[in-house]
């Protein structure tokens, strides 16, 4: 399975965000990640009160969280610096309040499942169903706000698996509250359809049914496996 294209609009808003250059960029991540002037992202004493050019940085970098998702050219594959770097992005962020609406909170899951944070992830699930549905399971922003709805959804579709980065990865975000599980008719980038069932947090079986001949690569935990499928002829995966 080969990886797609950025989309032209992923990449005009990646170069709006302030990454024309990559002499720039480098200087965004070492705001990012490593220290900007008197304060240190990593210890978690990012003070952006004291710190008006890093609060400039700050606000442009968090436009990036869109490569993380829905973009993938943040991925912990190909740039793991970068992702660890949204990483404490995002965790300085609900730190310091954000996060708290309902569309908001939803893109929080998907982006902490992309980065495999999986228990983040359901934090941030959680914080949309005890903070921004209402009892009819309308999302609020408030007032209603269909986001919410999609964006936890696909959340919970993107703890289960992913495929952004041409790996079916299999329970890439699985938190340990979710210890048994199935779940059928997942689909991955390729024209895949997967089912899945797990016990103990760990996978017990998952079948991959393809649209139509090629290669796939597939990913459980830390170990990767290569397959060749034929098109109606489902693939019984076991770890």
């Not at 998952?206 to 060749?228: C, L, M, S, W």
Request: proline share 5%.
């Amino acid at each position: 399975m080969q990886r797609t294209k950025p989309s032209l609009f992923a990449v005009l808003f990646l170069l709006i965000c302030g990454c024309q250059s990559s002499g720039e960029k480098k200087d965004h991540l070492k705001i990012w990640y490593e220290s900007p002037a008197s304060a240190t992202i990593a210890d978690n004493s990012f003070d952006t009160n004291d710190n008006p050019e890093a609060k400039k940085y700050l606000a442009q970098i968090r436009q990036l969280l869109f490569a993380v998702y829905p973009g993938d050219q943040i991925n912990l594959y190909e740039t793991p610096e970068l992702a660890a770097a949204a990483k404490k992005s995002l965790d300085y962020r609900i730190a310091h309040g954000g996060g708290h609406t309902g569309w908001s909170a939803a893109w929080l899951i998907s982006q902490y499942a992309r980065l495999g944070e999986a228990e983040k992830a359901e934090e941030s699930l959680n914080t949309v169903l005890k903070k921004s549905i209402s009892c009819n399971l309308f999302g609020q922003h408030p007032p209603f706000q269909v986001d919410a709805n999609f964006g936890t959804t696909a959340g919970i579709a993107e703890m289960l698996l992913q495929s952004h980065a041409g790996i079916v990865h299999l329970l890439p975000a699985l938190p340990t509250g979710w210890p048994d599980g199935k779940v059928s008719g997942l689909r991955a980038r390729g024209g895949y359809t997967i089912d899945m069932t797990w016990k103990d947090g760990k996978l017990l079986e998952a079948k991959i049914r393809p649209d139509k001949a090629g290669e796939v690569k597939v990913q459980y935990r830390n170990t990767v496996k290569i397959f060749q499928l034929k098109a109606g002829e489902d693939l019984e995966f076991e770890p």
